[in-house]
């Protein structure tokens, strides 16, 4: 029994609808197109009015407590102790604060500054990078750069350099490596190193496993804090978690 000529044309619309909607969501998540609306609070430690870049498409809703705790304690490890992730302040340091990050995000500007103040005040401090770019194209080229240039012992020259730009292009972080004194050919062959690719793949499933759906999100002891803070107040977290360790 053939389908009615009106039946097979509503057919083909839906088919068509469908193809649309995964083609569009599709390559929104390749060119890193996020939504500008701020996604639901995830721990009691979020601000009010939370500053921060939402991830691409992101289904990461709120999760229970109990299941975030869960999951820093099993992945504490990677979190803190990841060959791959970049340390600055004291790498011995009694106290590790780690943030997810994109070069593009200018609330991860705005905080960078607060960021290099901490590990200058306080000696204690272990800064571990997740870099995690999640805005466009420019941000995970920097991100590759930025992590191939830790072969030449230049990622904290290069980092600054690159959160010092209003906005991060192919173009600028080029100019950026140069200007740090980056050996660029090398530089360039270091950016596909599996090294570089297992950071960032390791940032995305940690992002994942821990509901942090946006940059700047910060991991101190078992706090999870989301967005940008007053410098007063990331600096209790970090007297609460190195009075929870001593403790």
């Known amino acids: 029994m053939q389908m009615p000529e009106r039946g097979r044309a509503r057919g083909r619309f839906l088919l068509l609808c469908i193809i649309t909607a995964v083609f569009l969501g599709s390559g929104a998540a390749l060119l890193g197109v996020y939504e500008p609306d701020t996604p639901l609070s995830l721990t009691p430690t979020d601000s009010d009015n939370p500053q921060f870049s939402p991830a691409a498409n992101s289904d990461v809703g709120p999760a229970p407590i109990a299941s975030l705790s869960a999951a820093l304690a099993r992945r504490r490890s990677d979190l803190e102790r990841d060959p791959n992730a970049p340390v600055l302040g004291n790498p011995d340091g009694d106290v ?124 101190i002891g078992d706090v999870i804090k989301r967005g940008v803070m007053p410098f007063d107040e990331l600096r209790q977290y970090v007297r609460d978690a190195r009075a929870a360790t001593a403790g």
């Open 96 to 219: 590790t604060v780690v943030e997810f990050f994109d070069y593009n995000c200018p609330f991860c500007k705005k905080v960078a500054a607060d960021m290099k103040r901490l590990i200058a005040e306080d000696p204690g401090v272990r800064l571990v990078y997740r870099e995690w770019p999640i805005i466009n194209r420019g941000s995970r080229f920097a991100a590759r750069a930025a992590l191939a240039a830790r072969r030449q012992g230049k990622y904290e020259e290069l980092h600054w350099a690159l959160m010092a730009q209003p906005r991060v292009t192919e173009t600028s972080t080029l100019q950026a490596a140069r200007a740090v004194g980056l050996d660029m050919a090398r530089l360039q062959r270091d950016m596909n190193h599996r090294s570089v690719g297992r950071h960032i793949s390791l940032s995305m499933d940690l992002a994942r496993t821990l509901a942090v759906n946006g940059t700047p999100a910060f991991v």
